[in-house]
């Protein structure tokens, strides 16, 4: 997910050892969520995330 290929949650929840429960994927998808609402991630396609481009000053 760092290099611009989007991922869904459970790769990165196992990688960072968050846990591989339902409950531990749906919080850390939920976090996600939250990243996108705030523009620090994209969701390209339904539950797939990738880092947001950087923002240029206008």
């Given at each position: 997910?760092?290099?611009?290929?989007?991922?869904?949650?459970?790769?990165?929840?196992?990688?960072?050892?968050?846990?591989?429960?339902?409950?531990?994927?749906?919080?850390?998808r939920?976090?996600?969520?939250r990243?996108?609402?705030?523009?620090?991630?994209?969701?390209?396609?339904?539950?797939?995330?990738?880092?947001?481009?950087?923002?240029?000053?206008?």
């Open positions: 997910m760092t290099n611009g290929d989007p991922a869904d949650a459970a790769g990165p929840a196992h990688r960072i050892g968050a846990g591989a429960t339902v409950k531990d994927t749906e919080n850390l939920a976090k996600l969520k990243l996108v609402a705030r523009q620090i991630r994209t969701e390209p396609e339904a539950e797939l995330f990738t880092l947001a481009p950087p923002m240029t000053s206008a």
